[in-house]
T-cell receptor, first 115, second 114 residues
């Protein structure tokens, strides 16, 4: 099984619908991230969480919200989806403290299409 | 402020020839730098990382990169391209020693011609 699991892997929805993307990890990492990937723009940070009680906005948080339900789970929500939120979304984790390696561990992505 | 510039959005090489993917960074702190690879329909995987130790860093699958502070560069190289190297490559810099933020380049798509 993958260390970082994202569900759903693919989703097509309509404008105005509420969408939740879920991420779970078995690496035991405190830090979790949500990124968005668009062609030619690389990955842009939406939200990040350093532990269950610490959630921070990234550079493109407008239109998104998150929930850190447990150390292992970090969900991304689009309250009212719009077409320009069509993108590939990645969840990632990283270690911290004495075990920090600087490496991000990625899920395989959730492709969202908003019609 | 931290940022990364990948100088080529697309690189094409013939199988068996050298690969050079260029990355320049801007960082207010001593940076940690990474190269990640993304194969089609997959997540990103770490190729190699520089964290203030040896300036020439070796990674997986024969890739290596050299940290050059005077040139603020961290170019990725491989002596001989293989078909399986065709992928998207991202250069990444961290903003501080604790790695609070990761800043991604816009990516370089590598095509390997048989």
């Amino acid at each position: 099984d993958a260390d970082v699991t994202q569900t759903p892997r693919n989703r097509i929805t309509k404008t105005g619908k509420r969408i939740m993307l879920e991420c779970s990890q078995t690496k035991g990492h405190d830090r979790m991230y949500w990124y968005r990937q668009d062609p030619g723009l690389g990955l842009r940070l939406i939200y990040y969480s350093f532990d269950v009680k610490d959630i921070n906005k990234g550079e493109i948080s407008d239109g998104y919200s998150v929930s850190r339900q447990a150390q292992a789970k970090f969900s991304l929500s689009l309250e009212s989806a719009i077409p320009n939120q069509t993108a590939l979304y990645f969840c990632a984790t990283s270690s911290t403290g004495t075990s920090f390696t600087g490496e991000l561990f990625f899920g395989e992505g959730s492709r969202l299409t908003v019609l | 402020a931290q940022s990364v510039t990948q100088l080529d959005s697309h690189v094409s090489v013939s199988e068996g020839t050298p690969v050079l993917l260029r990355c320049n960074y801007s960082s207010s702190y001593s940076p940690s730098l990474f190269w990640y690879v993304q194969h089609p329909n997959k997540g990103l995987q770490l190729l190699l990382k520089y964290t203030s130790a040896a300036t020439l860093v070796k990674g997986i699958n024969g890739f290596e990169a050299e940290f050059k502070k005077s040139e603020t560069s961290f170019h990725l190289t491989k002596p001989s391209a293989h078909m399986s190297d065709a992928a998207e490559y991202f250069c990444v810099v961290t903003g501080s020693n604790t790695g609070n933020q990761f800043y991604f380049g816009t990516g370089t798509s590598l095509t390997v011609i048989p």
